[in-house]
């Protein structure tokens, strides 16, 4: 479209961007989701939630949207909600970045919080069960609960779709597995529509979707933390594989992507191309493999991109981060490009 009158309108038909080719034509796609509005993907499922509400009666004029978030949901049901006239409140915690709220706020959404100042741990499952109670004492409110709401892997048809049209086929879908939506959705629609991709999770070390023990981690908007319970959005039946990816991995093929490319990715999706860029020469020669990138660096300029907050946490791994990019090196097609030119 040349002309949109809603925000939502602008919303869908990414990029795909060829991250890594391996001399068998395997290829490492990453479809850019950062170029959504908001910047993340999760706008086209929160759209599609509040849709789905309004079509089954839960939503009428003037009504009260509440959600559990750590940002990126927030962020679309925010401008959702400005667009279609409702009272937005997002139940948060600290862990999530600032820049993320303070957006929020923007866009007039009211925030509350589950824990006080200084503390930055992950409350989902607090965050859960105070927007459950606030919707419910509300006759108002609507609880749109991702993580147990169908209309969320609804909102990802559509990446199957372009996914498609651009590629022909997707022959391995290896994305990070949060509310699970984005994966799941993606891989359902892609099987709807008869193409069968081999479908791999990718979950923090510390999340409990895939099993294994508990624990904290850092990566935002990903995982199960110990305490909460994994949603009816991760659907098991579509999953071949599950993998985890701790965060000290995760945060150095982001940061390693930013230096060798210029493209700035979010930690979860650094979670993503470290598994994909580590198991390129296991998969089938000629194999298109695709990872959804759910948002851009940008938002973690302060955390994953800055060194003082990445040493505080003993983070930072030079090691590690020199094996991405030798990855890189090895892969990009970008830099074989270059070759001969200078």
């Given at each position: 479209?040349?002309?949109?009158?809603?925000?939502?309108?602008?919303?869908?038909?990414?990029?795909?961007?060829?991250?890594?080719?391996?001399?068998?034509?395997?290829?490492?796609?990453?479809k850019l989701e950062q170029f959504n509005p908001t910047g993340a993907a999760k706008i086209r499922m929160a759209r599609e939630m509040v849709?789905?509400?309004?079509?089954?009666?839960?939503?009428?004029?003037?009504?009260?949207?509440?959600?559990?978030?750590?940002?990126?949901?927030?962020?679309?049901?925010?401008?959702?909600?400005?667009?279609?006239?409702?009272?937005?409140?997002?139940?948060?915690?600290?862990?999530?970045?600032?820049?993320?709220?303070?957006?929020?706020?923007?866009?007039?959404?009211?925030?509350?919080?589950?824990?006080?100042?200084?503390?930055?741990?992950?409350?989902?499952?607090?965050?859960?069960?105070?927007?459950?109670?606030?919707?419910?004492?509300?006759?108002?409110?609507?609880?749109?609960?991702?993580?147990?709401?169908?209309?969320?892997?609804?909102?990802?048809?559509?990446?199957?779709?372009?996914?498609?049209?651009?590629?022909?086929?997707?022959?391995?879908?290896?994305?990070?597995?949060?509310?699970?939506?984005?994966?799941?959705?993606?891989?359902?629609?892609?099987?709807?529509?008869?193409?069968?991709?081999?479908?791999?999770?990718?979950?923090?070390?510390?999340?409990?979707?895939?099993?294994?023990?508990?624990?904290?981690?850092?990566?935002?908007?990903?995982?199960?933390?110990?305490?909460?319970?994994?949603?009816?959005?991760?659907?098991?039946?579509?999953?071949?594989?599950?993998?985890?990816?701790?965060?000290?991995?995760?945060?150095?093929?982001?940061?390693?992507?930013?230096?060798?490319?210029?493209?700035?990715?979010?930690?979860?999706?650094?979670?993503?191309?470290?598994?994909?860029?580590?198991?390129?020469?296991?998969?089938?020669?000629?194999?298109?493999?695709?990872?959804?990138?759910?948002?851009?660096?940008?938002?973690?300029?302060?955390?994953?991109?800055?060194?003082?907050?990445?040493?505080?946490?003993?983070?930072?791994?030079?090691?590690?981060?020199?094996?991405?990019?030798?990855?890189?090196?090895?892969?990009?097609?970008?830099?074989?490009?270059?070759?001969?030119?200078?």
């Amino acid at each position: 479209m040349a002309l949109v009158t809603r925000v939502t309108d602008l919303i869908g038909n990414t990029p795909l961007f060829e991250l890594a080719t391996t001399d068998t034509g395997t290829r490492l796609l990453l479809k850019l989701e950062q170029f959504n509005p908001t910047g993340a993907a999760k706008i086209r499922m929160a759209r599609e939630m509040v849709l789905d509400a309004e079509r089954r009666g839960l939503l009428s004029d003037g009504g009260h949207i509440i959600e559990s978030t750590s940002g990126n949901t927030g962020l679309g049901l925010a401008v959702v909600a400005a667009e279609r006239g409702y009272r937005f409140t997002a139940v948060v915690d600290h862990h999530a970045c600032k820049d993320k709220l303070r957006a929020m706020q923007a866009m007039g959404a009211e925030l509350v919080f589950v824990a006080d100042d200084g503390d930055d741990s992950l409350a989902t499952s607090a965050r859960e069960d105070l927007a459950e109670a606030m919707a419910a004492a509300r006759p108002d409110a609507y609880f749109t609960e991702q993580h147990n709401n169908d209309a969320n892997a609804l909102g990802y048809y559509a990446v199957a779709e372009e996914l498609l049209s651009d590629l022909g086929r997707v022959d391995i879908l290896l994305s990070a597995v949060g509310t699970g939506g984005s994966l799941f959705g993606t891989a359902r629609r892609l099987r709807e529509l008869g193409c069968r991709p081999q479908v791999i999770g990718v979950e923090p070390v510390g999340s409990i979707a895939f099993g294994g023990p508990g624990g904290p981690y850092w990566q935002s908007g990903t995982g199960t933390p110990p305490g909460a319970t994994v949603g009816t959005a991760v659907d098991y039946s579509l999953l071949d594989e599950g993998v985890k990816v701790s965060d000290v991995e995760a945060f150095a093929a982001a940061r390693a992507v930013a230096k060798k490319l210029g493209l700035l990715i979010g930690g979860s999706a650094g979670g993503s191309v470290h598994a994909g860029l580590t198991r390129l020469e296991q998969f089938p020669p000629g194999s298109t493999v695709v990872t959804i990138v759910c948002d851009g660096g940008e938002k973690y300029l302060d955390t994953v991109f800055d060194e003082d907050w990445m040493n505080d946490r003993d983070l930072l791994d030079e090691s590690t981060e020199k094996d991405m990019l030798e990855l890189l090196d090895r892969y990009s097609p970008a830099r074989r490009d270059l070759v001969g030119v200078r």
